[in-house]
């Protein structure tokens, strides 16, 4: 009797799939192995960093021969499984960019490294290879809005009412009335820049439309659009904006001080409806 259950086929090794839960839980069960609890010797495989990225040929870090290391340790479990009492896999989380990753590295032209290059100390300190650092700190207005007049677009993609001064910071650095606005329907910016290409951000087609219109406009139409929503903001600006709030802020201390002499009346006269006696 075969020591692999009938799923098992060490050609799908390598391949990522969708396991049959169901078979596999039957199939153990038709196996007849003993619970772990009553283990006279309990025996705990540990396996180390076995994930895919390591083990996968497409991973970032695949490391040559994994996949038949992979089947062995497989095949190692499923031929001792009525001696192994608990198996755990270790996981070592990468982030996107890492020192030993070629896009952590790049030349004076941008370029990264080709995957297992060696970037030694000395290419290091010569400036050969340099490695992408995020700099968190304060940028000033002038700095940023160099970068967004750089931009041929702007893309506000909130799934829910945000990053409003974002989209008109974009259109407020226009001063060239060059580049265009895609701006998620949810924010509150899209009732006022009207003129923006607005979209469903949870509608992955038509935001991919939007951004290839927005590529392809025009530059008499970013002009009229951009013309438009740049003399909205300078009409409804930040000092129309504070006096709106303060107005609004007035109107309900009224409400609530009229509220406050209507119960004070109420409690000083009580009308009974059915009477008519006050």
């Known amino acids: 009797m075969s020591p692999f259950p009938s799923f098992y086929d060490p050609r799908r090794i390598g391949a ?27 025996v705990h495989l540990l396996l180390i960093d076995m994930q895919v990225d390591f083990c996968h040929e497409a991973g970032s870090l695949y490391v040559p021969g994994a996949l038949g290391d992979v089947r062995r340790t497989v095949e190692f479990i499923y031929r001792n499984a ?4 608990q198996i755990t896999c270790s996981l070592d989380s990468h982030l996107p960019s890492q020192i030993f990753s070629p896009n952590w590295w790049a030349d004076a ?5 080709a995957p297992f290059t060696i970037v030694s100390a000395a290419e290091v300190q010569s400036g050969r290879w340099q ?6 700190t304060h940028h000033e207005p002038q700095d940023v809005f160099r970068y967004y007049r750089a931009a041929d677009l702007c893309y506000v993609s909130s799934l829910h009412d945000g990053m409003n001064l974002v989209a008109k910071e974009f259109v407020s650095a226009r001063d060239d009335e060059r580049g265009a606005l895609v701006l998620s329907t949810f924010a509150g910016a899209a009732r006022e820049l009207a003129e923006a290409l607005v979209v469903n951000p949870y509608n992955l087609d038509e935001a991919a439309d939007a951004l290839a219109a927005a590529l392809r406009m ?33 109107r309900v201390r009224q409400r609530e001080r009229l509220a406050g002499r209507f119960s004070s009346w109420r409690s000083r006269f009580s009308f009974d409806t059915r009477t008519g006696v006050t």
């Open 218 to 250: 025009p530059p008499e139409e970013q002009r009229d659009r951009m013309r438009a929503m740049r003399s909205y903001l300078s009409e409804f600006n930040v000092y129309r904006w504070a006096g709106r709030m303060l107005i609004d802020a007035s």
């Open 109 to 113: 032209a941008g370029n990264h490294p």
């Open 131 to 136: 490695p992408l650092i995020l700099k968190r």
């Open 82 to 85: 009525a001696q192994i009492s």
């Open 16 to 42: 990522l799939f969708h396991p049959d839960m169901a078979r596999i839980a039957a199939e153990a069960d038709a196996a007849g192995l003993p619970p772990a609890s009553q283990d006279a010797r309990r």
